[in-house]
């Protein structure tokens, strides 16, 4: 899945010389988190509702017209991020949500080989794009297939679910790590009863655990 299928395009967004009030206004009125800034069709920097949060007079030694002041006389760029981590509209969705944890940030700015800006891309874009590759719509049920880590395997175990037994794989992911010798496939298949796909499976050497290996193990399933 590609950034710009998930992206919200057109966001809004701010000039250098807006004031903090506008950008305070804006948050809120369209119940945002963070405005990229953009001077003369570019992108120079993003500004976030914890920094203007952050910048404001504390209430304890300032009243509320002075911080009224405040925010109408400081322009954004004295306070917004200039070094802004962006991703491109081609790149793929799980690598800028590694981005969005290497640095810990909330969004990314989608923007072209030029600089302009595209669109932005949020952690909640990323939650539900993961959630739509994890969790398939419709009947189905979550398997987890131990495989020997040697070529054809995988293969080996679609063919059974699909071409054996006739069942749609509805979603499909292989995470990293684990045991050198063998890995995890996390598999959802088009059926609410898959206990003929999993006796097959397991007729043909797999172990299986239904919906996790875990909980299998914990009730005596499993070897």
Do not use: Y
């Not at 899945?1 to 809004?12: C, E, G």
């Amino acid at each position: 899945m590609l950034v710009s299928q998930r992206m919200t395009r057109a966001p809004v967004a701010v000039s250098p010389v807006q004031s903090l009030a506008d950008a305070l206004r804006l948050t809120r009125e369209h119940r945002i988190r963070h405005l990229p800034v953009v001077h003369q069709g570019e992108l120079v920097g993003i500004v976030s509702d914890r920094d203007i949060r952050l910048a404001m007079p504390s209430p304890l030694t300032e009243p509320d017209p002075g911080r009224a002041d405040f925010l109408q006389s400081t322009p954004i760029a004295g306070i917004m991020s200039r070094n802004v981590i962006t991703v491109g509209p081609s790149d793929a969705v799980e690598d800028a949500a590694k981005l969005m944890q290497r640095h810990h940030i909330g969004s990314l700015p989608v923007v072209d080989a030029h600089g302009a800006l595209l669109g932005i891309l949020t952690e909640t874009d990323v939650l539900h794009a993961f959630v739509e590759l994890l969790g398939p719509a419709g009947a189905s049920s979550r398997l987890e297939i131990v495989l020997p880590d040697r070529a054809g395997q995988l293969a080996r175990a679609m063919r059974i679910i699909g071409e054996e037994r006739g069942v749609n794989v509805c979603s499909l992911m292989v995470p990293p790590g684990g045991p050198a010798d063998r890995r995890v496939a996390i598999v959802h298949v088009g059926t609410i009863d898959p206990r003929e796909v999993i006796a097959a499976l397991e007729g043909a050497g797999f172990q299986v655990g239904w919906p996790s290996l875990e909980r299998d193990l914990r009730a005596g399933g499993l070897a």
